[in-house]
């Protein structure tokens, strides 16, 4: 894609969208409803068993044609058609993004660089599920000749994230006498308490990282090693209780695990947008071969959607668009994620990272500043246990908030009356704040005077409803892809790159340089440092 786009504010659809917005702001869902009896069924698409209601969002058919039509001047199009096709899209890394090539069909074929990636994506496939089974048939022995019974997957951000999501989505379908634990921080207590209790003999640790120089991934697989060895195992029993999911056969190898257990993928694929690639291996294990198929058949289901259904009925696209709308035109500053599913409840971690670092960016392709808000921030919790804490907020707040339910027509757990009470406080909430209540609906109901604007409810607040039957394997790729394709489109018109993440790297480097400070024998000058953080060093030299 080295095609050049203009300035967000030089396109003519940004400029006729910053007019059109100030004609639109005042007005109230309340009234875009009554104006139109058809609005509710109207603003709605539908994709591989995932309708969207969006006709609770601030917008009317015009706000519509023209975010299309901002779309097509940001060359949404080819875009789509350049990742799909293997272009390196991410410029700052010269590498093709290419997620979707992890579940494309065997009989597809996706060139990068001279080569068809998809055999070698389908021989990971197999390779993994060989290894799945024996670990859930119990074949795969430990060193004392007991099974597995533990999976410990060690990694972080996008090698972490994804893996603990997935797991806790579609626990319904586990092994349950099998045991998944996630180890992510380099506090050593995550670690401490994941082995809590465990036998060495029978458990199984994931080493997940693309570039396996991780620190946080490394310090804790190594401590992973020291704990099996300090269990009296042999260090050449290692190659049975250690794996890894990499791209980086020379430091796994390094690292003293047997390439053989080395589960592989390749550049192109993000950390970010990788949990359906090798680093699903504990998904895998989990849910079974079969079941992480279908899950793979969900994602290039909507990869297929994304690609090929106009505009005006795409769902990441119009979800993507609608983002923007807000960012830009309401100033709204966050996103909240609201699954009305208990087994979703790390989806709004999962999808801070696939968001944020994604779009949290200020530089265009062309290295420009962009002219724009860009990335809002993501965050959510399980609904109805949100509505006992922050959605006082998103009812009565001064801030725009828009909102994503998430709910499903059929419970994995069904329980008396609770699924239809779950699901009606969907409704209510969407419905509630949209709608809101007047003054003089509050009046109506006798409450004093005084007491009227504080139980008024403004409402045309935006939000909206995905509604799905059942949380399944294939149901949660189709979820998944959905997002990643709505991020893509954001990134798109605001023509940044969403797949690179730059702004981790400072952190990082400083981090190494303190620990040498931290860890020197003899006090060290630290005049490199602003007088804060030398202070803070100092202190914690003194206190630890
Ligand atoms: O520091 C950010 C990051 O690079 C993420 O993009 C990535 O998902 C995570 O760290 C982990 O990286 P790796 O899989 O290489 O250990």
């Not at 901002?70 to 080819?78: F, I, T, V």
């Not at 794996?243 to 390094?254: D, F, I, P, Q, R």
Request: hydrophobic share 40%; aromatic share 10%.
């Amino acid at each position: 894609m080295s095609e050049k786009v203009a300035p967000l504010s030089q396109r003519p659809a940004w400029k006729a969208l910053t007019a059109h917005a100030a004609t639109l702001k005042p007005q109230h869902l309340r009234d875009l409803f009554k104006a139109d009896p058809a609005r509710g069924t109207r603003y709605t698409a539908e994709a591989d068993g995932i309708f969207l209601d969006y006709s609770k969002n601030r917008i009317t058919d015009e706000t519509l044609k023209l975010l299309i039509e901002l779309a097509e001047q940001s060359g949404l199009k080819q875009h789509i058609e350049a990742m799909f096709t293997g272009q390196k899209i991410n410029v700052t890394e010269n590498r093709s993004v290419l997620h979707v090539a992890l579940r494309a069909p065997k009989s597809e074929s996706i060139i990068v660089d001279d080569e068809d990636v998809v055999p070698a994506v389908h021989d990971t496939l197999d390779k993994m599920s060989a290894f799945a089974n024996k670990i859930r048939s119990g074949e795969w022995k430990g060193h004392t000749g007991k099974r597995i019974k533990n999976v410990i997957n060690i990694g972080i951000g996008g090698s972490d994230l994804g893996p603990v999501m997935a797991y806790e989505a579609l626990k319904h379908y586990s092994q349950r006498d099998l045991t998944f634990l996630f180890v992510s921080n380099v506090d050593g207590t995550d670690f401490a308490e994941a082995v809590h209790n465990l036998n060495a003999d029978e458990t199984l640790f994931l080493i997940a990282s693309k570039t396996f120089t991780t620190l946080e991934t490394m310090t804790n697989a190594h401590s992973a090693r020291d704990w099996f060895l300090a269990s009296g195992a042999p260090e050449s029993e290692i190659a049975k209780h250690f794996a890894a999911l990499s791209t980086n056969e020379k430091l796994v190898s390094e690292f003293g695990i047997d390439t053989a257990n080395m589960f592989g993928f390749w550049d192109w694929v993000g950390g970010r947008y990788s949990m359906d690639s090798a680093i699903g291996l504990s998904t895998m294990i989990a849910i079974g071969p079969d079941n992480f198929r279908s899950m793979l058949a969900g994602f290039h289901a909507m990869d297929v959607h994304f690609r090929t259904t106009p505009l005006e009925k795409n769902l990441p696209a119009l979800m993507g668009l609608l983002t923007v709308w807000y960012t830009d035109f309401f100033d709204a500053q966050t996103v909240a994620i609201l699954p009305y599913e208990q087994y979703l409840k790390r989806f709004p971690a999962y999808l801070q990272q696939l968001t944020m670092e994604s779009n949290g960016k200020h530089v265009t392709l062309d290295g420009q500043h962009v002219d724009a808000d860009t990335g809002p921030i993501y965050w959510g919790e399980p609904g109805t246990n949100g509505q006992h804490s922050f959605y006082q907020l998103i009812h009565q707040g001064t801030r725009l908030i828009p909102c994503d339910f998430i709910g499903f027509s059929k419970s994995l757990n069904v329980l008396g009356r609770h699924h239809d009470m779950l699901m009606a406080n969907v409704f209510a909430q969407a419905e509630a704040l949209a709608f809101g209540k007047t003054a003089e609906e509050v009046k109506a109901e006798g409450v004093a005077e005084a007491l009227v604007p504080h139980k008024v409810f403004e409402g045309n607040r935006p939000s909206n409803v995905l509604l799905a039957e059942e949380l399944t394997p294939e149901l949660l790729g189709k979820l998944i892809a959905l997002y990643e394709h709505n991020v893509f489109t954001q990134g798109v018109i605001w023509s940044i790159d969403s797949f690179d993440q730059w702004g981790v790297e400072l952190g990082k480097v400083l981090a190494t340089k303190i620990l040498g400070e931290i860890e020197a024998p003899t006090e060290p000058a630290l005049t490199n440092h602003d007088t804060s953080t030398a202070n803070l060093i100092r202190r914690y030299r003194s206190t630890k």
